[in-house]
Every structure is written in structure tokens, then in C-alpha cells.
């Protein structure tokens, strides 16, 4: 059996990054570890890990990585052998990359995808889902924020030759196709 894509998706919030993982997911059978899903499962399951995490999120701090990594080895542990896994929402910084690295291995992560999409684009899309919490303000620092923290997460992956940046404005096919553009060009690559 070949061995199933190891992708990671990056994209600032707005950016539909959520949708665009469970549909890569779907179509290319991978695991889908968006970190926010396995710490919620976790929790609700009542898992030693879970219960860890609980008294983290229950504070309003954030889950320290070893624990979000511990969850991700646990999830692979789960899926058949060779089975690929797509990281939505971890790693968020370079630190967390090396740790990612130093739990999977160097090789763990094959490709990088990162939804890209102008900051105007996103204030507008975010402020018409009309959530409670998305106030301009507050979506304005939530950009100011990811992209602090991911300029040399994304900085550290393009200098492995693995980061690949896709518009992430249009509608979800669209988006979608140019991330299935990227993927093939990739498997080409790599003589796949």
C-alpha cells in the first residue's frame, strides 16, 4: 500500500481553511487533525489526555504543545498504517513545527499548503458571517495576531521547499481546484 499525502494547512481565520480541509480529507482519504476537533473529542471521551486538556481550556489557557502532540500521535495511532493525515490548526508556530518534527520525524510533513487572501477580504467575509464575537476590532487583531505568529512558521517551511501558497479568495471549488492543481504538480514532482 502506498503511503497517503502528510499535508499541512495554514490560513489566517476567514480564509475558509476549515471547509478546505474536510473536502481534501474526503477526496484524498486522509485523517483531518484540526487540533480544536481532537481536543473537544478528547475532553467529551474522558480521556486521560482529555482530562488534561480540560483543565487547560477550562482556564482560558492555551493546551501546551506537548499535550495537542500527544493527541495527534494518539489520532495516528488510530488510522490504518500508511494512511495519509492533513494538520489543520497545528502547527501554529515555528516551535510547534520543530516539536511536530522531533515527535514524527523530519519527513513527517510532505507538503505545506497556505490559503493566502488580502486582510480587507477577510474583515469583510468575517464581518458578514455575523457571529457575536466578530466585531471589526476584535477580527482585526485575530489577523494582526495569526499573522504575527505565522510569518516565520510559513518563513521556516519555505526554506525546507515545502510551503505552497494558494489564493484562498473565490468560491470553495475554486479554491479548491487550485489546491488540486498544487497537489498534482506535487505528486509530479515527485515522480508519484
Request: one cysteine or more; a neutral charge; proline letters at 5%.
Amino acid at each position: 500500500m502506498t503511503m497517503g499525502m502528510r499535508l499541512v494547512l495554514l490560513g489566517p481565520p476567514g480564509a475558509g481553511k476549515g471547509t478546505q480541509a474536510a473536502r481534501l480529507c474526503r477526496a484524498l482519504g486522509l485523517v483531518h487533525l484540526s487540533t480544536g476537533d481532537l481536543l473537544r473529542h478528547a475532553v467529551a471521551a474522558g480521556t486521560p489526555l482529555g482530562a488534561q486538556a480540560k483543565g487547560y481550556m477550562d482556564r482560558g489557557a492555551l493546551v501546551p504543545d506537548d499535550l495537542v502532540l500527544a493527541l495527534v500521535r494518539e489520532r495516528l495511532g488510530e488510522a490504518p498504517p500508511g494512511q495519509g493525515f492533513l494538520l489543520d490548526g497545528f502547527p501554529r508556530n515555528a516551535a510547534q513545527a520543530r516539536a511536530l518534527d522531533r515527535e514524527l520525524g523530519p519527513d513527517a510533513v510532505e507538503l505545506v499548503i497556505h490559503l493566502s487572501a488580502d486582510p480587507e477580504e477577510l474583515v469583510r467575509r468575517l464581518l458578514a458571517r455575523g457571529r457575536q464575537d466578530d466585531r471589526e476590532a476584535v477580527i482585526r487583531d485575530r489577523l494582526r495576531v495569526y499573522a504575527e505568529e505565522t510569518r516565520p512558521l510559513v518563513e521556516w517551511y519555505r526554506a525546507r521547499g515545502i510551503l505552497r501558497t494558494v489564493d484562498g479568495i473565490g468560491s470553495v471549488d475554486e479554491v479548491h481546484g487550485r489546491i488540486h492543481a498544487v497537489l498534482e504538480a506535487h505528486r509530479a514532482e515527485a515522480g508519484a
